[in-house]
């Protein structure tokens, strides 16, 4: 993508059959791709930083009840998800962990952010936040949704009766240091580094691209490797 002031992002793709393996892999452990590849992520975070107390965050619906879906009104709540993993510990426990911090997070999802920091750190959301690092997996096959999740410009669509196509906007926002950005396509899975220049360099996020599909692959082949070996 082309870079607004402070802020870019780089690319890559998954294939249909890789994604596959991790749907089945999400399966046979007993949670979704969204709680998979915010793991790894995860795990990508701590072999870079080796803290082990790793907070990200990431939107819900914010829509909790049946009446609420056919209300018109920006509903997005964000949830921070925290997680402590250690170097001895299998992928597959840490997963485990994960998928346990996730449920928790979706059983509250309804209580507000701004709300919760000023409860916890006693500030309000606009002057600090409690994570730094943010993911989002779009999970629609619609071409044009996952444009929108992404951030793609020039992707065509229909819109009730209406062409439309997603265009580029300028970013206002500096608030995450680096977020993973996830889409289901039919050419298989989308994946977007988007970060602050200031922090990181391109060099640098391309870099971590590769150590990601490099993690993805290794825990696709084994996934009770320790997160050390990884």
């Known amino acids: 993508f082309p870079s607004h002031d402070n802020r870019a992002a780089e690319t890559m793709c998954i294939s249909p059959e890789t994604l596959q393996k991790l749907k089945r892999l999400a399966s046979a452990h007993h949670t979704t791709l969204y709680t ?9 975070l701590y072999r870079y930083s080796g803290q082990t107390d790793l907070i990200v ?21 964000p949830v921070a998800l925290r997680s402590r993993p250690h170097g001895e510990q299998p992928f597959c426990d840490y997963l485990a962990q994960v998928n346990t911090t996730v449920l928790e997070a979706l059983d ?10 000023e409860k916890v750190l006693h500030r309000t959301a606009n002057d600090i936040a409690p994570f730094r690092t943010w993911f989002v997996l779009q999970s629609a096959d619609d071409p044009l949704a996952a444009a929108l999740a992404l951030g793609q410009p020039g992707i065509a669509g229909q ?3 209406n ?3 997603t265009v580029d906007l300028p970013e206002r926002s ?41 993690l993805l ?14």
Not at 108 to 117: E, G, R, T
Not at 220 to 230: C, W
Request: with cysteine; aromatic share 10%; hydrophobic share 45%.
């Open 36 to 44: 998979l590849l915010l793991s790894i992520f995860k795990t990508l």
């Open 57 to 77: 965050g990431s939107p819900t619906l914010g829509r909790p009840k049946r009446e609420f879906a056919d209300l018109v009104g920006y509903f997005v709540n």
């Open 108 to 117: 509250h999802q309804h209580y507000p952010y701004a709300l919760l920091v």
């Open 159 to 161: 819109w009730s009766d």
């Open 163 to 165: 062409a439309v196509e």
């Open 174 to 214: 500096e608030e995450f240091d680096l977020a993973l950005l996830c889409a289901e396509v039919r050419q298989g899975l989308t994946v977007v580094f988007s970060y602050r220049c200031d922090v990181m360099s391109r060099l640098s996020v391309l870099r971590m691209l590769g150590h990601f599909q490099c």
């Open 217 to 230: 692959n290794g825990i696709v082949a084994d996934p009770s490797i320790r997160l050390s070996q990884l």
